[in-house]
């Protein structure tokens, strides 16, 4: 062991990356599991409830005669899920316009495509799109007859969804964050770190719901 | 300039604060280190009241010293308290005060993420041990097996307590691991390449691991039971359908890791202590790298071994049979390796080396009860008796916490700049071996003769009655055995010997640096070239009988101003993020009252102070502002 620090400043880490890119990527990990858990108690109780409203087939309560039709909408949600894809889309702009805000502009394309304000907006706007279509999805299975209290499928569907629409209302509430500083001091190259680390939650929550639309909504 | 006067008080920096406020702002990895000793050594005297309450209510049979409720949560809280308060805890402390000393490392990567897991323990710990004090305690076992424990068999606050408390807890546990994960990772000095590094680091950072993937589990299996209780939904009531293992196998994909979150650092410590009192590197340190993150890997394709009794059928009963079986395997290689690091070394019989050395026999002990156990014939008899009580005994009290004194004895100094002393020390020690095994050795036969476990009392006539005289007679030793730890702790860290450096000729980072550290560590970051850096410049058979007397400078250290090294800020936003917590969901625990006013004010009250201190604290500089690149 020898004592010299000529190179080890005080940005100096050992893998070259910063702190924070690490440690959301362990944060990532830690959710996976967390969705893991949820997703598979969802699957663990498909088929287990004794009574309706079911999510693919309609059902008639034996006392009352009522007949429940099958909840889910897929037309409706795969719109809501395009919106949230499209919000990725928007966030991979966005990050790009923050790293280089420094780029010369030349055209409108490139101011456009450059605007980092633009494309935050865009991704939280898409993001908050999401959230109210979850919210009407919400609220016309309340009308239909399925709460979380109905049986295991309102239990599970309404915690599961309700758990990912969270993180999607967090990831917004970050972007708007974002938007807010961009509009008071601007975002740089400086910045890109954070962005980055936002874009990769936004992209994880993101893919957490292309498992849950495959897995629930269209395997029947 | 070296003196050759032996120094009267602990090396300190000029610019470091003092008094008890500064205790509430700091960011300090070894502070925080302090914080969490002193705090779970507090909640291991309240757990150990409580076993010893319930080892007087079994001395003899017939007696009704405690309610059968009360006894319910005696042992709930037991239980509760002396896994997620007290062995995690002290094995945070380590975590803290050794991962940056050992990496070479001037901090954490994230010094106030690491005060607020301090601050979320002691007041998660707080909500969940003072309703004992009001007969409220939980009471549904550590474990909390729903629907046993849904509102309709458990109504009352009790388990609202526990759900909420553990909920609370693993906030701590998963910000710390995302923290030491990137630390691990990510601010090794330059040279501390992986195959380097010293094994207490590597068994704590296998445990982070396990820590970052089981606790979500937990999570959601208890977001399940509250909402069950709170908002009615159906996730364990049976009548609706739901299937009555959801819980136990949610709960055991944690609750097996969560075993080896309590084992590892004292294998870790362990692995530390031995090379430095036998005086020769770790036998077989690759080996011991790759046991411990295969113990860590097959942890969770073990879970349903908790489950023989229920009746999974063969297929289940055997996959998990022979997974319990294989990761005895790594388990027994560690041991072997330990042995032969004491092999043909020069050995210094100090209490930390009596410590583990203790560890491995008793540790020993429980790995063969638990390879027992492994076969499903066999664990049908053995299950819910106290047989199995006296099995994770040995392992979690003759293993986690006795593998945690040796560490204590070991590093007391880089925490307080003094030495435990040897003689309590020793004192400690055997009272502590003979009183543990007396309690724990005689359950094994009671367990056998069929004594059931969490009972709270039992008829004379049926052969357990001396036995669990025998172990309620080891457990009033350990009372004189934990206040001679009291005792010592109190008096060294006030005059006991000052240690110097490195006391014990050990060949580690952290050896190398005053003790107590310097705020900042290290002055100048090393380049390490091995694994044994300080052996490197002088052989361990070459050092002195330990403890050496430490021949430091008098004059104090340079602050860290002196030096250009940035410093943190002191900041109180980590505990008052923290506080919003317990504030957040109390106030959800008063939704059932009458008057719903409460309920609103602290529930959305504490959700605004969490965002609001959140926002604070994230829009606020670590540092001064210029050192930033």
Redesign the interface.
Known sequence: MTATAADVGHGYTTTGLPHRKIAIWAFIGSECMLFASLISTYLIYKGRSIAGPFPHEAWTDPSTHHVYKAILNIPVTSCSTFVLLMSSLAMVLALAAVENRDVPKHTLGDRILGSSKLWLFTTAALGATFLSFQAYEFTSFVHEGLTIRTNLFGSSFFTLTGFHGAHVTAGVLWLLTMLGIDFKRGLGPKDALNVDIMALYWHFVDVVWIAIFTLIYLIK | MATTVAPQTPPRTADEPTGPWSWFATTDHKRIGSLYLFTALTFMLIGGLEAEIMRTQLMRPNQHIVSAELYNQLFTMHGTTMIFLVIMPLSAAFFNLLIPLQIGARDV??PRLNAFSYWVYLFGGIFITLPILFGAAPNGGWFGYAPLTTKTYSPGLNIDFWVIGLQILGISS?AA???F??TI??????G?NLMRMPLFTWMSFVVQFLI??????I???L??LL?DRF?????YEIA????PL?WQH?FWIFGHPEVYILVLPAFGLVSEVMPTFARKPLFGYPVMVYSGILIGMLGFGVWAHHMFAVGMGPIADSFFAVTTMLIAIPTGVKIFNWIFTLWGGSIRFTTAAMFAIGMVAMFTIGGISGVMHSSPPADLQQTDTYFVVGHFHYVIFGGSLMGLFAGLYTYFPKFTGRLLDERLGKWHFWINFFGSNLVFFPMHFSGLLGMPRRIWTYDAGQGWDTFNFLSTMGAYLLVPATLILVYNIWKSARSGKIAGNDPWGAGT?EW?IPSPPPPYNFA???????RY??W??KPPLASAPVPNTPMHSEAPAPTAAELGI?MPYHTLKPLLTALALPIMFGGLMLMHLENKLPHYVFMYGGAAMLVGCL?WWLTTPLEPEH?H?
């Open positions: 990567a994230f998963l691991g995302f923290n994960i990137t990772i990510n601010m090794r000095a330059p501390m970052i993937l089981a606790f979500p589990v999570t959601i299996a977001v399940f909402f908002f009615g939904t159906n996730f609706r359908g739901a299937d959801l949610l980072l190398s100048t970051i090393p380049r390490v070239t091995s850096p300080l490197d410049v940035p926002y050192h690149a």
